[in-house]
Structures are given as C-alpha cells and as structure tokens.
C-alpha cells in the first residue's frame, strides 16, 4: 500500500502553486519578446512631437524636459530588447534557414542597438540645446542639422530592415512560425521607416507596433514549445 502511494504521489516541482525553472524560463521569453515591442510603442507615443521650426521645437522641448528625457531613455532600452529578442527568435530556425536567420537576427541587433545610441544621443543634445543657459541663436543651426538627418543614421535603417527580412526568411525555411506571424514581423519593421517621422509619428508608431507586438507573441509561443519539448 505504501509503495503504491509513493508511486502515484505528484513529485515536488508538479504540485500547485510551484514555480519551476522551466515555468520562469518561459516567462521570461514572453515578457522579453512581446515587452520590448510594447515598451517601444509606449516610448515612441510619449515622445513630445518635433517640428520644422528650431526655435519652437527648442522650447517645447525645454518645457517638456521631463517627458523627452523619459521617453529618449525607454525607446533605446526597447531598441536594446528588440535586438535581444532576435538572437532569441533565431533560435526557432534549428537546422533549415538556420545560417539566414542568423544572419539576420545579427543585422537586426546591429540595427537596433545603432539605432538605440542615436536616439539616445539625440535626446541628450536637444535637452542641451534647449538649456536655458544656452544661447539659443547659435544652436538653430545646429538643431537643423540634427532634423536633416545624422549620418550615421542612413545605413543603420537598411541594416534593421535587411536584418529582418533574412530572419524572416530563415524563420520560413524553417517551417518554425506561421507565415502570418513572419509577414507581420518584416511589415512592421519596414513600413514605418517608409512614413516620414515628422508627418505623422504616433501613427507610424502604432501601424509598426500592432504587428510587431502580434508576430513577436507568436514567436513566443512557438519558442515556449519549443523550450518544453527535451522535458517531454
């Protein structure tokens, strides 16, 4: 009797209420993957809007100092998760298209992470160009000179975007999402680079989060199954 006890009594790890590993693990990659796109979303809405006009942007900014600061701190750390969660979704491509998605998940990183250092930096030089302190005539040239575009910028968007079509395209190869899934992911990264920032940022925000953040949930599900399958 008491060996047939002992032989159907649940082992630790399976009773109610207990946290495994393998339980924070997977927990881990949902709040990884699906946290980063919404925290980018969040960023990107509560960032106050720049316009064409330096002085005008240089006060506005100077009067909202708090929330840009706020907001040039989480969209980097997003971009940072996001290229995190790359090397992560790449891990779904185990043999077939695994070398593309690779391959692709490291432009994606290389993307993000360039991208994150100059928004960063570019919140940084405004809160000092529009210090109080700060004669504001000498920097309306170089404020204009910032809204043309820094240089470094234009080769670090076809990275991003080039990253994501290979990985979406080793994901496919794979066979390891939906292709719904893969089409969101590639859409959401390409099309808001294609909508001009200053037309239109919180929509173009929203147009690239919405798929981004669908895609990456489904990722994190097949990842999660994926993480499950040696225990089974």
């Keep these: 009797m008491t060996d ?25 990659i949902v709040a990884l993957l699906v946290g980063a796109p919404v925290l980018r979303m969040l960023g990107v809405i509560i960032h106050p809007l720049d316009t064409e006009d330096a002085l005008e942007t240089l006060a506005h900014v100077d009067a909202v100092a708090p929330r840009w600061a706020l907001a040039h701190l989480v969209e980097p750390a997003s971009m940072l998760l996001l290229a995190a969660a790359g090397f992560l979704v790449a891990r779904l491509a185990p043999a077939a298209g695994r070398r593309t998605a690779r391959a692709g998940a490291a432009l994606w990183a290389m993307g993000c992470s360039g991208l994150a250092l100059l928004v960063y930096g570019h919140g940084e030089a405004y809160l000092n160009m529009a210090h109080e302190s700060v004669d504001q005539s000498q920097m309306v040239a170089l404020y204009e000179r910032f809204h043309e575009g820094v240089p470094l910028a234009a080769p670090l968007i076809p990275l991003f975007s080039l990253g994501a079509v290979l990985l979406g395209v080793g994901l496919h190869l794979a066979r390891a999402v939906p292709l719904p899934a893969i089409v969101a992911f590639v859409v959401a990264t390409v099309l808001p680079n294609a909508i001009p920032s200053e037309d239109s940022l919180i929509p173009a925000a929203i147009i690239g989060s919405i798929p981004m953040i669908f895609a990456m949930a489904v990722f994190a599900r097949a990842l999660v199954r994926q993480h499950a399958e040696p225990a089974r």
């Design 4 to 28: 047939a006890m002992t032989r159907v009594a649940p082992p630790p790890a399976a009773m109610a209420g207990t946290t495994t590993k393998d339980d924070r693990a997977a927990w881990g």
